[in-house]
């Protein structure tokens, strides 16, 4: 595919956010765990590549700067002084599915409760299809590292879940 920006046109940017939408949401929902401030993210993100001049090489170019500006901008968003400073309200119930999984399920809700470095790179792994090569460039971190992650947060995982879902 020829570099070209993909904000060129209004149609450009409406396909690109219908490839990548649901994704951003997804990992949004990891960080942050409420739906109203996950329609915010997801909105803030895409605003974001908007006033950013990008030049995309293809489709996994964009969902790689995709994914690592969302995960950027939650981990900006969890240590704000605002999110510290106000009391969570019950999210209201929402049916959202995952790749055929809802995350009111008993998988994705212990996979939401892990540490964040096993939470992240299991979503990745197992959610958006990444290999452990893309995962590390993605977060900055060695190979091996990410492999050890994997290895830990499946363990936790499967510890949580009672060792019946999870396959080593």
């Not at 993210?41 to 700067?65: C, G, R």
């Not at 969302?70 to 999110?83: A, F, V």
């Not at 460039?137 to 363990?155: A, C, I």
């Amino acid at each position: 595919m020829k570099s070209s920006s993909l904000l060129d046109t209004d149609k450009e940017f409406a396909e690109l956010y219908q490839r990548h939408a649901d994704m951003v949401y997804r990992l949004c929902y990891i960080y942050l765990k409420n739906p109203v401030d996950v329609e915010d993210a997801v909105q803030s993100v895409f605003l974001k590549l908007i006033y950013t001049p990008m030049v995309f090489n293809d489709h996994e170019h964009e969902k790689a700067w995709l994914t690592v500006t969302t995960r950027n901008y939650c981990k900006d968003i969890l240590k704000h002084w605002w999110r510290t400073r106000r009391v969570a309200l019950e999210p209201l119930p929402e049916i959202v599915i995952w790749n055929g999984i809802e995350p009111s399920g008993k998988v994705v809700s212990k996979l939401l409760s892990l540490p964040e470095k096993y939470k992240t790179v299991l979503y990745l792994y197992y959610l958006e299809d990444y290999t452990v090569k893309e995962i590390a460039e993605m977060l900055g971190r060695k190979e091996s590292t990410v492999q050890t992650q994997l290895f830990r947060g499946r363990k936790r995982l499967k510890m949580d879940l009672g060792g019946n879902y999870i396959e080593d």
